[in-house]
């Protein structure tokens, strides 16, 4: 008897460590934007040409209460969903909008190997598509990030109020110009691309949105900033927020743009 509740105890602090999309901690999604001319400023040569002069999709990531991200599906540590569409299988899928996805959903950094867009999709499904409310339907998944992304009512070139400048800006007018134009308040992701700079730059707004299939109703982040905004201290978080940039030729890299959130 002993042994039974010590098994039982076992199994529901396993099953309590495991983060389910089924479960209530998971309550939104973040609609990540991406700024291409700040991920492509300190090398031109390693992006795309031409650099897209549009924001760009970086994910759909599901998000807990507290803003943590749900961690990747795992079928020991995060179960998250039964059988989900494994990475591979998903670009079959995506062919009746993958003109959208190249043009919304572009993987920014150039690669040696054929097919750089379909990694960043297959990486973007398997860190955050599997455990989302659409875990055996990747076409949905990715469609419903785009009819967001795609949403003038959300293009962060009109709700930031602002236009791309070499002037910096400061965070909190961004923020509150998002809160006047959307309702709500959106998350700024900052980068230092600049080596030796301490300027930080606008690498993405984030917008979230309530858990619902499909997400569509706009409700403030939990947390306005990344910790490398906040890395500053309050007076001095302004961010540059480039205009676009022209891509010169110049040879490939291996690396490319980070999925995680």
């Not at 400023?41 to 650099?51: D, R, T």
């Not at 039964?82 to 591979?88: D, I, L, N």
């Not at 950094?109 to 960043?120: S, W, Y």
């Not at 080596?195 to 109703?217: D, N, T, V, W």
Request: glycine share 4%.
């Amino acid at each position: 008897m002993v042994m039974k509740h010590l098994l039982a105890f076992a199994a529901a602090v396993l099953a309590s460590s495991v983060v389910s999309a089924q479960g209530s901690e998971f309550a939104f999604y973040k609609l990540s934007l991406i700024w291409p001319s700040s991920v492509c400023i300190s090398a031109p040569q390693n992006c795309i040409s031409p650099i897209p002069k549009i924001f760009t999709v970086h994910g759909l990531w599901p998000a807990l209460k507290d803003d943590t991200s749900i961690p990747p599906y795992d079928p020991i540590d995060n179960n998250c969903n039964p059988s989900p569409v494994a990475p591979g299988d998903i670009v079959g899928k995506l062919a009746p909008i993958k003109g959208r996805l190249q043009t919304k959903w572009p993987n920014l950094i150039k690669g040696r190997t054929a097919g750089r867009d379909e990694l960043f999709w297959q990486t973007e499904w398997s860190h955050h598509g599997m455990c989302s409310d659409y875990p055996q339907d990747p076409f949905t998944y990715f469609s419903s990030a785009l009819n967001l992304a795609e949403n003038r009512k959300y293009d962060p070139l009109k709700v930031l109020g602002v236009q791309p400048s070499n002037t910096p800006y400061e965070i909190d007018t961004l923020l509150e110009n998002v809160k006047k134009n959307v309702g709500f308040y959106p998350q700024i992701s900052c980068s230092m691309p600049i080596k030796g700079k301490k300027q930080l730059y606008l690498k993405e707004i984030r917008l979230c949105f309530k858990r619902a299939m499909p997400p569509s109703q706009l409700q403030n982040c939990p947390d306005d900033m990344d910790n490398l905004c906040r890395s500053v201290p309050p007076t001095q978080r302004t961010v540059m927020y480039p205009p676009p940039i022209k891509t010169n030729s110049g040879c490939n890299v291996t690396w490319e743009l980070s999925a995680s959130a």
